[in-house]
């Protein structure tokens, strides 16, 4: 009974339509700051170094350097105050957790790009919605007021 309730409030604050990006990947997390009665949003950019946990108790930890000085800053995954992450490089690696970077310094930190630039979590879930609502459009009977005959016109 109580595991069941448990499910049902975990339920309701996971996102249905999570970020997508992996360890590596250099990131821009848009947050939202509330500073008393003004919001406004603060973009983070900077490398993922790990991500842990499982269901709404996930996170993801990302690095950036800021005046010589290495900013770490772990973020809620299905946070209400988490409005984007948007991928804006993929870094190849052979590792879950990316630790040893915190020793690096320079160019000692960047990793083996993979390839193109892939989409923001908000674009993919708009793009997905769209061709879903197309496919239930196109999968709905017309429901015109002629039936429409399948029968081909004889030619004179």
Aim: hydrophobic share 30%; proline share 5%; no cysteine.
């Amino acid at each position: 009974m109580s595991q069941e309730l448990l499910n049902k409030a975990v339920a309701a604050s996971v996102k249905d339509n999570p970020p997508e990006f992996r360890v590596g990947d250099t990131v821009n997390v848009s947050v939202r700051i509330v500073e008393g009665e003004k919001e406004r949003t603060q973009v983070f950019r900077g490398t993922v170094i790990a991500r842990k946990g499982g269901g709404v108790a996930e996170t993801f930890t990302v690095r950036r350097i800021v005046n010589n000085e290495g900013v770490e800053r772990i973020f809620p995954l299905h946070s209400p105050s988490l409005i984007d992450v948007e991928v804006v490089r993929s870094g190849q690696t052979r590792r879950a957790k990316l630790y040893y970077l915190r020793d690096r310094v320079g160019k000692a930190t960047r990793l083996r790009d993979i390839g193109p630039v892939s989409k923001s979590a908000r674009q993919v879930a708009e793009e997905t919605s769209k061709i879903e609502e197309e496919t239930q459009a196109a999968d709905e009977p017309q429901t015109d007021s002629e039936p429409v005959s399948e029968e081909k016109p004889e030619k004179e």
